[in-house]
């Protein structure tokens, strides 16, 4: 069985400082790639980050990049210089190769950026 | 860019009735994808199709039915509706080209159900 573990209900971050958001995974499969989504409070899912299991250097997208650090089965969403436009519920999921086609979901964090 | 639609953004139904919530997408995906959202138990899968016709129960499909008889629209049903279906109904739609795709969102209907 897949499951996606967000330890972190809510996180406060100072504008401009960088945050770290925690996912750890389970998985007995050896291929299977991990996604971070972010859900303003309009609603929207936003897909953010992808890093795939056998990628050897972790993802990069703009201000965010993907701590993955495999042998701990843990993706860590890193946000750099955080703006005010960064509050949103976070979320970590998966796909596995020999799972079905849809992702498993983690319980989300909300971020609060603060001025 | 992907457009997943959604027909209703609010709904809110009485307890008992047949409940039809309706997607589609414009990118010809093969797969499709139906989540319920709730405070603290993130996104929960209830049913999902990698073709016309074809489905596949999730984790949560008991009190939900799903119909796709279309490659682009994808519905999702309440048989009778009760009170503890009342959430944020997502979908989502991605392409079977490639495992790296992501799943693209509507943007959500918040279900009430009294």
């Known amino acids: 069985a897949q499951k996606i573990t967000q330890t972190q209900p809510g996180m406060f971050v100072q504008e401009k400082e960088a945050v770290t958001l925690d996912c750890t995974y389970d998985t007995s499969d050896q291929s299977y790639g991990l996604f971070w989504y972010k859900q303003p409070s309009s609603g929207e899912m936003i897909f953010l980050i992808y890093q795939g299991s056998y990628d050897e250097q972790n993802a990069t997208e703009g201000r965010y990049s993907l701590n993955f650090q495999k042998a701990r089965k843990s993706a860590n969403l890193v946000i750099s210089a955080s703006q005010l436009g960064d509050s949103a519920m976070y979320f970590c999921a998966m796909r596995t190769s020999t799972g079905r086609r849809a992702l498993t979901f983690g319980s989300g964090t909300r971020l609060q950026v603060q001025p | 860019d992907v457009k997943v639609t959604q027909s209703s953004r609010y709904l809110v139904k009485r307890t008992g009735e047949k409940v039809f919530l309706e997607c589609v997408q414009d990118m010809d995906h093969e797969n499709m994808f139906w989540y319920r959202q709730d405070p603290g138990l993130g996104l929960r899968l209830i049913y999902f199709s990698y073709d016309v016709k074809m489905k596949e129960k999730g984790d949560i499909p008991e009190g939900y039915s799903v119909s796709r008889e279309k490659k682009e629209r994808f519905s999702l049903i309440l048989e009778s509706a009760s009170t503890n279906q009342t959430s944020m109904y997502l979908c989502?739609?991605?392409?079977?080209?490639?495992?790296?795709?992501?799943?693209?969102f509507g943007n959500g209907t918040r279900l009430t159900v009294t």
């Open positions: 989502a739609s991605r392409t079977g080209q490639s495992s790296n795709s992501p799943l693209h």
